[in-house]
Every structure is written in C-alpha cells, then in structure tokens.
C-alpha cells in the first residue's frame, strides 16, 4: 500500500524497496517511529518519510554529504541530531540505490 507520504515521490522508495527486499536478510518495517523502514538482520539502515530518504552510514560518510549538499544530519525529532544518519530529499538528484547499497553494507558491518 501506498501511503500519502510516498505518493510524490513516483514510487522511488517502493522500487527501492522491492530491490533489498529480494535479499532474504533484509525485512521492511517501522524505522524510528512509524515512519516505513527496511532493516538488515533487525537493524535498520534504510527510512523512508515525507519524501525524504534517511540512511545509517559511517559519521566522515554523512559528513561527506553534508558538506556536498547532497544531505543533511538526521533529527528524529528530540533535537538531537544523529551522526550516523543523513537524510536526503526524493527532489535531490542523486542515485538511491547507490546510497542505499552503502547503508546496507555499513550495518551489515557493525555485526
């Protein structure tokens, strides 16, 4: 089902989704919150809400990001921004998938 907060985003985090999915590993879920999420062995590392795409990678990677202007640090909603998370907006125009494998592979790593 498609929510209403996905719906302006043509569907990018369904096919996004649908992608990990196929690893039997990963399982969709809540993130942080009721916000739609996909985890890796019960961990999150992808969440999808108001259009935007919030991902866990290493602290110098969401630096990186930032300082690109491709993201920004992730509040999840007490003013305490997270530095393994960076969230970045369905309108920038950068490549989810990409950003989505690194996430995968980060929180695969931190077994």
Do not use: N
Not at 4 to 31: W, Y
Not at 34 to 57: H, M, N, W, Y
Request: charged residues 25%; hydrophobic residues 40%.
């Amino acid at each position: 089902m498609v929510e209403a907060e996905d719906r302006g985003t043509g569907g990018q985090f369904e096919q996004l989704a649908a992608r990990f999915l196929a690893d039997p590993m990963v399982s969709e879920g809540t993130g942080f919150g009721s916000s739609r999420g996909l985890r890796v062995e019960g961990r999150i590392f992808a969440i999808f809400g108001k259009g935007d795409l919030t991902l866990k990678l290493p602290s110098a990677r969401v630096d990186e990001l930032i300082a690109l202007g491709i993201g920004t640090r992730f509040d999840p909603g007490h003013g305490r921004l997270m530095k393994q998370w960076v969230t970045v907006s369905a309108g920038h125009v950068i490549d989810w998938e990409k950003l989505g494998d690194e996430a995968l592979r980060f929180v695969r790593s931190l077994r």
